[in-house]
C-alpha cells in the first residue's frame, strides 16, 4: 500500500504547522504528505517549506475542491494506491494513519471516522464542546433523509464523511471522478464525493478509532443556527467563509 496524505490550505499559517507536527507523530508514518496550497496570500507556502519531509504544490483555483483534487491526483500521478485528507485546521488523533490502513486491509474502498473539537486553539466552553459533534450528528442524520441523498442508483445507504477526515483508494478516486472542482460555498465537496462513490460500490464505512479534531471557529462565528444552516446545502452562507 502507498499512502499519501493531502492537505489542502488556504492562508492557515497559523494553523498548519500544529496539523504538521501531529502527521509527523503518527504511530504509522510510512506515508508522504503533501501540502497544497490554495493560492493563499499569507504564510502558508513558508511555513510548509520549514518541515522537510513535506510536500509541497500550489493550486491558483480558488476552492477545497478544486486544491483536494489536484492534490489527490498529483499522489496518483506520482505512485499513491491509497489516499487520505485531512485540513489545515485539524489535528489527527496520533493513530490515525493506522486507522486509515487498517480501514482499507478490512476490505472498505472509501473510509472515515469521527470529529471532534480541537480544545487547544482557544479555552472551550462547556457548550461548545458538546456542541460540534452534536452538528456532526445532526447533519449526519439530516443526509439520510435529504432526498438528494436518496436514490435507486446508490448502492449502499448515505454516511456523512468530512472532508478533514476521509481516504480512498487511488482505483475508486479516479473510477468516482474525485472531488468536484468547486469552492466550499458553492457545493460541500465531500458530500458530492461521497455519492459518486455510493453509485459505484457499496464497500465504503466508517471506523471509530479514525479520529481527527476540527477547529469550532467556524462554529464560534457562525453560532448554532449559522452552523446548522451551513451543512444543510448553504441555507447560510455567511459574507465571510474563510474565518481565520
Known sequence: ???????????????????????AQQTDRDFT????????????AEVVRSF??????SEPQKGTGAASDTGF?????????????????????????????????????MVSGPLRPRTDEFPLKF???RLL?????TAATFGRFRPGNRDAAYLGPYVMMPGCNMAITAELYEKADGFPRTRIEDVHEDRALVNRVRKLTPEYGLRKDMIVYG??????????????G???DHRYTPEVVDIR
Open 230 to 232: 451551513w451543512y444543510a
Open 33 to 44: 504528505l503533501l501540502v497544497v496550497d490554495n493560492d493563499s496570500t499569507d504564510g502558508t
Open 127 to 129: 457548550w461548545e464542546r
Open 215 to 228: 477547529s469550532v471557529r467556524r462554529l464560534r462565528a457562525y453560532g448554532l443556527a449559522g452552523t446548522l
Open 52 to 57: 522537510p519531509d513535506v510536500r509541497l504544490i
Open 1 to 23: 500500500m502507498n499512502l499519501w496524505v493531502v492537505i489542502p490550505a488556504y492562508n492557515e499559517e497559523k494553523s498548519i504547522g500544529a496539523t504538521l507536527k501531529r502527521l
Open 133 to 137: 459533534p452534536a452538528v456532526v450528528r
Open 73 to 109: 491526483r498529483h499522489a496518483v500521478l506520482n505512485g499513491a494506491t491509497h489516499i487520505a485528507r485531512t485540513d489545515a485546521d485539524c489535528l489527527p488523533d496520533d493513530g490515525w494513519t493506522e486507522a486509515v490502513r487498517a480501514g482499507f486491509a478490512d476490505g472498505l474502498r
